[in-house]
């Protein structure tokens, strides 16, 4: 299976847009579990994807559910990131076919989602006290490329 940026519930337009382009650059698969804030019709989804937006290699999903019964990938390839989570991005060996996983713009990812993940929680560490966390497409970005490092 081909390593992806899992999106859930996304709420901006832009920011899944950027984050499309940024799996046209590293070569992943995007994946959008619904509902979304937006219609991926949205003009802010192609401005932000530019025209790289039509070799996004998309995957929606209508639930987390139906995102682990379809694309159904193995709970070791699973990143879910949070701000809180025990793990720095720095110190984690990458699977092959990793599956980065990001919530909702304003309340990250819901009990349901980590229940028995708790020990997938991958945060990106802030240098700085005046901020807990990135927008959402830089965010998937520096996790994208720091997953790569041991793989490329």
Not at 120 to 148: E, F, G
Request: aromatic residues 10%; charged residues 20%; contains cysteine.
């Amino acid at each position: 299976m081909r390593p992806a940026i899992v999106l859930v519930r996304p709420e901006i337009a832009g920011n899944t847009g950027s984050v499309g382009r940024t799996c046209v650059a590293l070569d992943l698969d995007l994946c959008l579990i619904g509902p979304y804030g937006f219609q991926i019709t949205d003009r802010n989804v192609r401005r932000a994807g530019l025209d790289y937006w039509q070799h996004v290699s998309l995957h929606e999903f209508d639930s987390w559910d139906d995102f682990l019964t379809r694309r159904a990938p193995r709970l070791m390839s699973l990143y879910l990131f949070e701000e809180y989570g025990a793990t720095s991005v720095y110190d984690v060996d990458f699977a092959p076919d990793f599956h980065l996983v990001f919530g909702q713009e304003t309340v990250g990812l819901s009990t349901a989602e980590l229940a028995g993940r708790e020990d997938r929680l991958v945060k990106l560490p802030m240098r700085s006290p005046h901020i807990r966390s990135l927008n959402l497409a830089n965010a998937a970005t520096a996790a994208a490329y720091q997953a790569l490092r041991g793989i490329l």
